[in-house]
């Protein structure tokens, strides 16, 4: 699901039917309480890790419990990577949306719910420099209902991103995109990612709490955005590992790096000590 919505954007962007922006380019776009929350139902929200986080923060409540309550979760039919959504909304109206339009959870709404109506795609190509992300920011398809358009307030990609707090999102976001492109890429785990393997990296990836809890390392010693980063590092060291009893995976150093241990001890190694 996850990649065909990407893949059909960059189509749209390469035959020029999505308008494509620059970070200083120029739109017009407000929201405005005559269409307040029109946008929230029927709708297929992605989540990554990072969003997950936030929102389970903001409503004190454990990963593990946001994720089961409000979240849906299917395996990529081409990449066979784990993909999240939010539940409610796309069966009907956001579980967040108040009886007025508005978000309950709105300084922690998710990166897409922040950005719109401007998109980002990103992906991964191969140059002669090495390995590096593409990145491509968009207007989302006008939807008849949005009324945003009208509006004279005027604005720039960059001030958007801004007043919306995207940029460590975004940031958050890459971290996690990279992963997603080792696994397909380099570790081929479309053809052995299973609900087992999922269960397995799906504490790292959307319950940082559990983690924090049975390791240690307290928000005061390691912050929300380093261990973010430490744990997508730590589910790349478990997939080379799995992806190499399976015949797939780089040799050499990282290969040698994942076996060096315990599977415990190389965990608490990247998570608690940065390793």
């Given amino acids: 699901m996850a990649f065909d919505f990407q893949q059909g954007i960059l189509d749209k962007l390469e035959k020029g039917t999505l308008e494509e922006l620059g970070m200083d380019d120029t739109f017009t776009f407000s929201c405005g309480p005559e269409c307040m929350g029109r946008c929230c139902r029927n709708i297929t929200i992605l989540l990554d890790p990072w969003d997950i986080e936030v929102m389970a923060r903001h409503l004190e409540l454990s990963g593990q419990e946001f994720f089961n309550r409000y979240c849906q979760m299917e395996l990529d039919r081409n990449t066979g990577w784990p993909v999240v959504w939010l539940a409610h909304a796309k069966e009907g109206s956001c579980a967040f949306m108040l009886q007025d339009g508005k978000c309950s959870i709105y300084p922690a709404r998710s990166r897409n719910c922040r950005t719109y109506p401007l998109g980002r795609a990103v992906r991964y190509v191969q140059d002669r420099e090495g390995r590096r992300m593409d990145e491509r920011i968009f207007m989302v398809d006008r939807m008849q ?14 001030e958007w991103f801004e007043d919306a707090g995207a940029i460590t999102y975004y940031r958050m976001s890459d971290q996690y995109t ?4 080792y696994a ?46 430490r744990r997508m590092k730590a589910v790349k060291l478990i997939l080379t590992d799995l992806a190499s009893g399976f015949g797939y995976g780089p040799a050499g150093e990282v290969t040698e790096r994942a076996f060096a241990g315990s599977l415990m001890d190389r965990m608490k190694a990247v998570l608690v000590d940065g390793a």
């Fill in 145 to 158: 209902f949005c009324l945003g358009h009208k509006s004279g307030r005027s604005w720039t990609v960059r």
């Fill in 178 to 181: 990279e992963l997603v492109d």
């Fill in 184 to 229: 397909v890429r380099e570790l081929n785990c479309r053809e052995w990612m299973n609900p087992k393997v999922v269960q397995m990296i799906v504490p790292f990836l959307f319950a940082p709490d559990l983690l924090r809890y049975k390791l240690g390392p307290g928000v005061e010693e390691i912050g929300h955005e380093e261990f973010h980063l």
